[in-house]
């Protein structure tokens, strides 16, 4: 009977092998993801483009404010076409506060807020809960 036996240090090595492979494919990943985001970032700034709001109307149907250049331009984006509703002056558009900021909001950042807005309502339920008493 010629069976061959893994022993446990085998087993170990493959482990940490597959790990280490893992580790490598998800860093590259990582990498690679940061790159082309970069790249793409790039791509959209300084451009004569851009999306200042969007309203959805329906499923396929979107009220857009977009400037072109130094015009901004009210159009209706639908399935199949895209029409100009009208052009407005720049002091007419009013741009939305906290939104299509050039500086994405960290995730530490969102993190903080979120435990800060908890803790804000806990606390604020648990001084209720002394008032009643």
Same mark, same amino acid.
């Given at each position: 009977?010629?069976?061959? /036996? +893994? =022993?446990?240090?085998?087993?170990?090595?493959?482990?940490?092998? +597959?790990? $280490?492979?893992? +580790?490598?494919?998800? #860093?590259? &990943?990582?990498?690679?993801? !940061?790159? $082309? /985001? #970069?790249?793409?970032?790039?791509?959209?700034? #300084?451009?004569?483009?851009?999306?200042?709001?969007?309203? !959805?109307? =329906?499923? =396929?149907?979107?009220?857009?404010? $977009?400037?072109? #250049? @130094? !015009?901004?331009?009210?159009? /209706?984006? *639908?399935? @199949?076409?895209? &029409?100009?509703?009208? %052009?407005? =002056?720049?002091? /007419?558009? +009013?741009?939305?506060?906290? *939104?299509?900021? @050039?500086?994405?909001?960290?995730?530490?950042?969102?993190?903080?807020?979120?435990?800060?807005?908890?803790?804000?309502? @806990? !606390?604020?339920?648990?001084? %209720?809960? %002394?008032?009643?008493?």
């Amino acid at each position: 009977m010629i069976l061959t /036996a +893994v =022993s446990k240090v085998d087993s170990i090595v493959q482990f940490l092998t +597959v790990l $280490i492979i893992f +580790v490598i494919v998800l #860093g590259a &990943t990582w990498l690679t993801t !940061r790159f $082309i /985001a #970069g790249f793409q970032k790039g791509k959209m700034q #300084g451009g004569n483009f851009e999306l200042i709001d969007s309203f !959805r109307i =329906s499923q =396929s149907k979107y009220v857009q404010l $977009i400037r072109i #250049g @130094d !015009r901004y331009l009210a159009i /209706a984006v *639908c399935k @199949d076409t895209v &029409t100009v509703l009208t %052009e407005l =002056s720049k002091d /007419a558009v +009013v741009r939305p506060e906290n *939104c299509y900021t @050039d500086t994405p909001a960290q995730f530490e950042e969102i993190l903080k807020k979120a435990k800060d807005l908890v803790k804000g309502t @806990d !606390r604020k339920a648990a001084d %209720e809960h %002394e008032e009643d008493k």
